[in-house]
């Protein structure tokens, strides 16, 4: 893992139980919301493995079971999954290519799936262990132009809900959280895109991001998304398991 360290509100004393001596897989560890749980898990005393570009192309799925059961030889069976590696997609329906609706499904929803298959055989045999998925506040809400993205993050969710009901007797705790707008690189690179669509498909007066739409008038840190993902990877969260938690400063509930 990187030595770099991010800032916010996740530095500094906060402890979080069980997770010591854990060893920790994170996709999309290099950077935004992965790069904080990788840290954060860290400093609880965690040894992370990261699953990002150059090294590992979550879009590669025809090849992923294999990397993953490699690394799962080279490291040993790990005890936390975060899928946090994510790509996003705006177009309408008639917008997206075959193509693209492949790709943003296999980062987002595919590669998730894989990589709980290869984990979940090596958490029952050491009697539990904890998966937290990374999805959207679009899992739970429909935004404009996003059928794709939000169809593979609402099947994140979905994924997330039925793997809680068949391991829960194994002691093995999945979750999910719903990220809303957060202040990383690719939230920007989207307000760019969304920016050239809106000349094609001008939305209804009121529809589209906008900080008033957020009950708490800001956009959430990678710090605070962490704080919520390492939360329920951890003892902390020991009875808690199938929730999709938003974490949107109150989009979703406005």
Known sequence: MSEDRATGPAAGGLQFP???GWLAFVTGHRGGIGREIAQLLERQGCRVVGLDLPDIDLAAVDTLEA???DLIARHGAPRVLVNCAGTTLLGSIPDTSLAD???VMAVNFTAPFLLMKAVLPGMV???GGAIVNVASDQALVGKPLSA???ASKGALAQLTRSAAIDFGRHKVRVN??????TDTAMLRGVMEMSQQFRSLYPPPPGVGFRLDSVPLARLAQPSEIA???VFL???AASFITGVVLPVDGGVTTA
Not at 176 to 181: E, H, K, N, Q, R
């Open 125 to 127: 045999e050491a009697g």
């Open 148 to 150: 794709a993205y939000g």
């Open 67 to 69: 990397r993953a059961a």
């Open 176 to 181: 999910c959280i719903a990220p809303g707008s």
């Open 18 to 20: 069980g997770l010591a």
């Open 227 to 229: 704080m919520a993902a």
């Open 101 to 103: 609706l492949q790709k």
């Open 233 to 235: 990877a951890s003892e």
